[in-house]
């Protein structure tokens, strides 16, 4: 599990992410082309401490890739020259919108790694009960030189010879993305390497931050943001809740306010705003539509993957997913409400986040969307030391129900919590999944009339918001972190008067 270390991978993925800020907050249209084509020569020469490849030469096509997708442009085709800077004038405007695809493999970067299979390795002792030969239900499984040797053309892949083997000796290869993806998104092209299936992919960014050669990457608005920020547009921020402990140990929400107001931000949003909001609202709905038979079980819909695996893999139960607004969406209309000129920024861990605010209903809501590990990059592009900074006012607009959306099993605790408030004579059954493969099961059960009666959360990543892709710490500790946030909150469960705001 390669989450929350601070790897090559991490460290050339941060790296362009600065580079490109730097491009945005200094972009001059005479010497951009010229400026965006000396970041591969000044990340990958022979003097470059780190090697990224085996070859520089290599090393700089890949940055190149990751460079456009940064930029907000799509990956240049294999089979027709394209310059690297074709199209950047499309991107250089502080207002673009994510364009699908949104997660791409760049094709120069990937090791083609097999698909699903079993090898014999060196600890094999070639053993006289033979155990792998004897459960192996195709006979695959032979002795050369002493040991087992598994025939591929045979083997079916049960992974039977595995279990039994006392030694341990038999791996299991499986490629990290595709073993990531829970809707089966990752196939092979024609060369045997990853490609994503966009009519199954949700853009949860799970093989992204699972691939260990970094092949995949998605696109950004960093350059965007950064000549909007520049500019002096009147930009605010809206900070998801799993922001707490991203930037750093002892990085307050005031170290953290005062820092984004340093970068450009004009004022500073909590998303648990949105959640609190949220949490009312989904509360009502299921006293008003569950508990009454009307509906025979609510789905959130505030992961926007888990709401697109229902919609593309569950069809028949779009209207058991709630139609209450996100919290990202119920911020942003608040903010929206307050200054109508404003342009509004998302800040948080999802990548999956950049498609939902691409849709028409919300495009006028949210301007752009923004991950942690991108704030970072900006911050670092700045100079930025987070520490040196502290706003005179933390956030207070919030309680710790919506601050608890950021783990799995927060959503459905926080509406929960306003049921037994709001509503203390009903009963409310709460069941919730996390990472795709279990969202899947428990929708077919939902489909099956097992969940009847449930408010059902899904998150599309396996422990919560604090584990999407754009996160910037270890998932354990980020849960920690959250826990501690909750905790401190001086209200733990949003007034229902939340129910009354009217945003739609």
Known sequence: MMRGLDTTVRRLRRKVFEEVARLGFKSNPETLNDDMEAIPYKMVNEDTKIKYRESVYRARAIVRERLRLAMGLALRPENKPVHLTAGVEASNISDKYYEPPLMQVIPSACEACEEKGYEVSNMCKGCLAHPCMEVCPKGAISFVNGKSFIDQSKCIKCGKCKSVCPYDAIAKKERPCQKACGVGAIVSDKMGRAYIDNDKCVSCGMCMVNCPFGAISDKSQIFQLARALTEGDYIIAEIAPAFYGQFGDNITPRNLKAALMELGFKEVYEVALGADIGAIAEAHHYVEKVTTGELPFLLTSCCPSWAMLAKKFFPDLI?????????????????????????????????????????????????????FEELQAMFDAKDIDLAEYSAESSFHNATGAGRGYAVAGGVADAIKKCINTYYPDVQVNIEHAEGLADCKKILTLAKAGRMNGCLIEGMGCPGGCVAGAGTNIPVAKAQKKIQDFVKASSKQVPPKELEEIELK
């Open 319 to 371: 209207d058991e997913v709630s139609q209450e607004l996100t919290p990202m969406v119920a911020t942003a209309r608040t903010i929206k409400k307050e200054h109508p000129d404003a342009k509004v920024v998302f800040i948080g861990p999802c990548a999956a986040k950049k498609l939902e605010a691409m849709r028409r209903s919300v495009r006028s809501d949210v301007d752009f969307v923004v991950t």
